[in-house]
């Protein structure tokens, strides 16, 4: 059976050496941030010891900064299949989408409607409910509790020509893994001449992202979700972004892409973002044999191993994931959250056990150095909706391409257990 050298990808992360109780540790805790490769703190101390300086002077610390910048943005370029002068930088995903949402609300009037979705993290709910203050009508596209998908009927008959000029959902859900079909959503904001905002931070660690293909305006995502270091990218489509009136100081430059930057850029944390999606690159360069029926045809160069190293990744987790999804199913008193079978979906498993709140599961998983998040990870809504805001949300296991199919063993047979005590000792 063909596989990913998943002991070449492990040696890259030194946080893997980590050992609790005896066991290495099994990071699971993806969705929250991953695990960082050699190269990204090499990138980031090397910029911070040769290069270190501000921008735009003539000497050479600030000239490779410079360089270091463009060249960054170029990469991510190819990880978003667009130009780099649609290439973005911020604090995080949050920060930048409430400078769009600011940026966007300064056209809007009242009545007009913004569409925003129960499956939504509130980073891609919030920044567009503060505009009600200008009278703006945000509406909520609700999701279907029984299958963790959006109800597409209701969008169709939200999506109003001539009122709605955003809508904004995320490419998948960071609580429960549905994959949504953003492509249709920006299709449709397109008809009525409305704005798309895709908000890809939890899709952008399972699969390629292709912002042509999906048609959006904006697509957001955050480098420590994909092996990198604490910063938010985004991807503006030009020329809506030469449009768009964002909020501006005179120190700032006024040109796309930078009219969306404040201030003086992470520039050590863009050089580890630069350096993350080269990782992954090169993991679709070892890998692309066993893809190479999945490549869209027309790729070349480093968006092609780009697009290879995601195709790698999903492949090396949907085993280790249905697993987790069968098993865990499978033990009496664990509830598995997420969409049907067949329906797109990202590597993240979440669920709940009867009689024990997710805090309690963790703490226990923890100290078995197993590492998993508790809760509602800021998908208020749908964890509301799930009727679990009050049981303490749900236990998500999300999957990297370190982690590996003994990690789900372990946490199958803890889970297994912690529910066998939790129903009195009966098996
Ligand atoms: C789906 C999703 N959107 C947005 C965010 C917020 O991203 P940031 O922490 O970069 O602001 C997160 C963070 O967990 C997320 O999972």
């Given at each position: 059976?063909?596989?990913?050298?998943?002991?070449?990808?492990?040696?890259?992360?030194?946080?893997?050496?980590?050992?609790?109780?005896?066991?290495?540790?099994?990071?699971?805790?993806?969705?929250?941030?991953?695990?960082?490769?050699?190269?990204?703190?090499?990138?980031?101390?090397?910029?911070?010891?040769?290069?270190n300086s501000n921008i735009h002077g003539?000497?050479?610390?600030t000239?490779?900064t410079d360089?270091?910048i463009?060249?960054?943005?170029?990469?991510?370029?190819?990880?978003?299949?667009?130009?780099?002068?649609?290439?973005a930088f911020g604090a995080n995903m949050t920060t930048l989408n409430f400078l769009l949402?600011q940026a966007?609300?300064?056209?809007?009037?009242?009545?007009?409607?913004?569409?925003?979705?129960?499956?939504?993290?509130?980073?891609?709910?919030?920044?567009?409910?503060?505009?009600?203050?200008?009278?703006?009508?945000?509406?909520?596209?609700?999701?279907?509790?029984?299958?963790?998908?959006?109800?597409?009927?209701?969008?169709?008959?939200?999506?109003?020509?001539?009122?709605?000029?955003?809508?904004?959902?995320?490419?998948?859900?960071?609580?429960?893994?549905?994959?949504?079909?953003?492509?249709?959503?920006?299709?449709?904001?397109?008809?009525?001449?409305?704005?798309?905002?895709?908000?890809?931070?939890?899709?952008?660690?399972?699969?390629?992202?292709?912002?042509?293909?999906?048609?959006?305006?904006?697509?957001?995502?955050?480098?420590?979700?994909?092996?990198?270091?604490h910063i938010g990218v985004a991807?503006?489509?030009?020329?809506?972004?030469?449009?768009?009136?964002t909020l501006t100081l005179s120190t700032q430059e006024p040109e796309?892409p930078f009219k969306l930057e404040t201030g003086t850029l992470n520039h050590e944390g863009i050089?580890?973002?630069?350096?993350?999606?080269?990782?992954?690159?090169?993991?679709?360069?070892?890998?692309?044999?066993?893809?190479?029926?999945?490549?869209?045809?027309?790729?070349?160069?480093?968006?092609?191993?780009?697009?290879?190293?995601?195709?790698?990744?999903?492949?090396?987790?949907?085993?280790?994931?249905?697993?987790?999804?069968?098993?865990?199913?499978?033990?009496?008193?664990?509830?598995?959250?997420?969409?049907?079978?067949?329906?797109?979906?990202?590597?993240?498993?979440?669920?709940?056990?009867?009689?024990?709140?997710?805090?309690?599961?963790?703490?226990?998983?923890?100290?078995?150095?197993?590492?998993?998040?508790?809760?509602?990870?800021?998908?208020?809504?749908?964890?509301?909706?799930?009727?679990?805001?009050?049981?303490?949300?749900?236990?998500?296991?999300?999957?990297?391409?370190?982690?590996?199919?003994?990690?789900?063993?372990?946490?199958?047979?803890?889970?297994?257990?912690?529910?066998?005590?939790?129903?009195?000792?009966?098996?």
């Open positions: 059976m063909p596989h990913i050298d998943t002991d070449f990808v492990r040696s890259q992360f030194p946080a893997l050496a980590r050992i609790i109780s005896g066991q290495p540790v099994a990071y699971l805790d993806g969705p929250g941030g991953t695990q960082v490769p050699q190269r990204v703190l090499d990138a980031m101390r090397d910029y911070l010891v040769t290069s003539f000497f050479a610390t000239e490779e360089a270091m463009a060249g960054a943005r170029e990469t991510l370029g190819d990880f978003f299949g667009c130009g780099p002068d649609e290439v949402a966007i609300g300064r056209d809007l009037q009242p009545g007009d409607e913004i569409l925003i979705t129960e499956i939504d993290h509130e980073a891609n709910r919030g920044p567009w409910l503060h505009l009600a203050e200008r009278g703006v009508l945000v509406r909520e596209v609700p999701v279907h509790t029984s299958t963790c998908t959006l109800d597409w009927d209701a969008f169709e008959t939200m999506v109003k020509p001539g009122r709605t000029k955003v809508i904004a959902l995320n490419y998948a859900s960071n609580a429960v893994g549905t994959v949504s079909d953003v492509a249709r959503a920006a299709a449709r904001a397109r008809e009525v001449g409305a704005l798309s905002v895709v908000d890809a931070v939890h899709y952008a660690l399972h699969g390629p992202i292709d912002v042509k293909a999906i048609g959006c305006d904006f697509l957001l995502c955050s480098a420590y979700k994909f092996f990198g270091p991807y503006a489509r030009r020329p809506v972004l030469d449009a768009l009136r796309p050089a580890g973002a630069a350096a993350a999606i080269e990782f992954i690159a090169d993991f679709g360069r070892r890998n692309e044999d066993l893809v190479a029926d999945e490549l869209p045809d027309g790729l070349q160069g480093r968006r092609r191993a780009i697009v290879a190293g995601m195709l790698a990744s999903e492949w090396h987790e949907r085993p280790i994931a249905r697993r987790l999804i069968e098993e865990l199913s499978a033990i009496d008193g664990v509830t598995v959250y997420g969409p049907p079978a067949g329906h797109p979906r990202t590597s993240t498993v979440s669920f709940t056990i009867d009689g024990i709140e997710a805090a309690d599961v963790c703490r226990t998983l923890g100290e078995r150095g197993l590492f998993l998040w508790d809760g509602h990870f800021y998908a208020f809504k749908l964890v509301e909706r799930l009727g679990l805001m009050d049981r303490g949300g749900l236990v998500r296991a999300g999957l990297a391409p370190y982690n590996t199919m003994d990690e789900a063993e372990r946490l199958i047979a803890a889970v297994a257990e912690l529910a066998t005590s939790a129903r009195g000792g009966r098996t």
